[in-house]
């Protein structure tokens, strides 16, 4: 059974730092794309970075350009989102993805979420 635990989230000053971490189970990881997303009420989900199972290749949505890093330790099983200079905008719960194409077949899995609120 896959698993997606996601931490690290909690309140924190604007302009203020947090670390989120997405602990993978279940699957092969090294194979999987790896992402997250977030939420915030009433607005639809929205793509924040992604990163290639090898780690080489990064992609961040325009909000986050420049603040946010994405990257992953593959013996460990987990990806992370170093989240700098964070601003009230930011707030929303961050969701863990993990997604593979074999063939003709994709899969996707989602962790729970972290709350993240950012105060002014």
């Known amino acids: 059974q896959v698993q997606l635990v996601e931490s690290g989230g909690g309140l924190v000053q604007a302009g203020g730092s947090l670390r989120l971490s997405c602990a993978a189970s279940?699957?092969?990881?090294?194979?999987?794309?790896m992402g997250w997303f977030r939420q915030a009420p009433g607005k639809e989900r929205e793509f924040v970075a992604a990163i290639g199972w090898s780690g080489g290749s990064t992609y961040y949505g325009d909000s986050v350009k420049g603040r946010f890093t994405i990257s992953r330790d593959n013996a460990k099983g987990t990806v992370y989102l170093q989240m700098n200079n964070l601003k009230p905008e930011d707030t929303a719960v961050y969701y863990c993805?993990?997604?593979?194409?074999?063939?003709?077949?994709?899969?996707?899995?989602w962790g729970q979420g972290t709350q993240v609120t950012v105060s002014s």
């Open positions: 279940g699957l092969t990881f090294s194979n999987y794309g």
């Open positions: 993805n993990a997604g593979v194409t074999e063939g003709l077949m994709t899969y996707n899995y």
